[in-house]
């Protein structure tokens, strides 16, 4: 589908709707790659590797593109017809989305694309990170959302923000507080929230009362880093259901205080984790072969977290 230039990428088919590789793997060799910069320290490629190698697909590779926001497209261009999918991460996820022909309605709503496909007329552009929220507060925090009453926080008014709100809004909660150091820098979260029918209010960093927040909260996701929330970390770790969206240093002061209260904790290894599963399934066709990548990535990351699934 075309590109609106007005808009950014039209709206295409939903993850495994309409997309070629979804009712079959494209046939080998085929390349892949994760692009950001910097992308040295990226684990996508032990998550891709070893799901290739499980699904036996002989000849597929995947590697690591340096490239900034701005270079982006001339790089996603000048690939081949061999290139079945990237990993979009930072700084190059909002221009992925304005590069793409066309879009999954949850990448439009988050404003960002951690994720393009090649179909049949060019790339397509989706959000597993929304995946990587949902399935870690599922799977390791134990989250299900119970009534339509049910409450979040999100530390933070980054693009990670968006994608907290957009996977809090899959786990039926439909009232966030977003809590930033300054409110105006909100409005795309915002933005997103009302897009999803989520009612969304922001505070002020230094007004907000943590500590009751926290108590309120049936789930609270930190997309803040690690020295911005230090001297709150007790009051943070009263919420029911936490999402820490820092994993290194492990573990983090805010996962200490979970521990010590006997709370629910994902993280962001949680994250990386099962938003990678869609972005194989994409790339390949073919069910993502979970144990494997999860076992891949335990021992990649010296098996700090049990990463459950």
């Known amino acids: 589908m075309p590109t609106d230039p007005a808009t950014g990428p039209t709206r295409g088919p939903e993850p495994g709707a309409g997309h070629a590789s979804a009712a079959h793997p494209v046939p ?32 597929w590779t995947y590697e690591r593109l340096e490239a900034a926001a701005d270079a982006l497209p001339a790089l ?3 690939l081949d017809d061999a290139w079945v999918g990237l990993s979009v991460t930072m700084p190059g996820k909002q221009a992925a989305l304005a590069h793409a022909g066309s879009a999954t309605s949850r990448a439009v709503a988050v404003g960002a694309a951690n994720t393009l496909v090649r179909d049949g007329t060019g790339w397509r552009a989706d959000c597993t990170d929304v995946d990587g929220v949902t399935g870690a507060l599922r799977a390791a925090a134990g989250f299900t959302s119970s009534s339509t009453t049910s409450f979040g926080v999100v530390l933070g008014a980054g693009g990670t923000a968006c994608a907290a709100v957009a996977g809090l809004a899959d786990l039926g909660v439909r009232s966030v507080r977003v809590v930033a150091r300054e409110p105006a820098r909100a409005e795309p979260v ?13 505070t002020r960093w230094s007004e907000a009362d943590l ?40 573990p983090t002061a805010l996962a200490e205080a979970v521990a010590a209260r006997g709370g629910r904790l994902a993280t962001g290894l949680d ?20 144990a494997r990548m999860r076992a891949a990535l335990r021992a990649a990351t010296g098996e700090i977290l049990p990463l459950p699934l």
């Open 190 to 202: 915002l933005r997103c929230a009302s897009e999803l029918g989520v009612t969304a209010e922001v």
């Open 76 to 78: 996603v261009e000048s």
């Open 211 to 250: 500590g009751a927040l926290a108590d309120e909260a049936d789930v609270l996701v930190n997309t803040a880093p690690a020295a911005a929330i230090a001297s709150c970390v007790g009051d943070l770790a009263r919420a029911a259901h936490v999402l820490d969206v820092i994993y290194h240093p492990w």
């Open 271 to 290: 994250m990386l984790l099962h938003q990678a599963f869609g972005q194989v399934e994409q790339f390949t066709g073919l069910p993502a072969p979970r």
């Open 28 to 59: 080998g060799p085929r390349r892949a790659a994760v692009v950001g910069s910097p992308v040295a320290h990226s684990l996508s490629p032990v998550l891709h590797g070893a799901a290739y190698q499980a699904l036996g697909l002989t000849g």
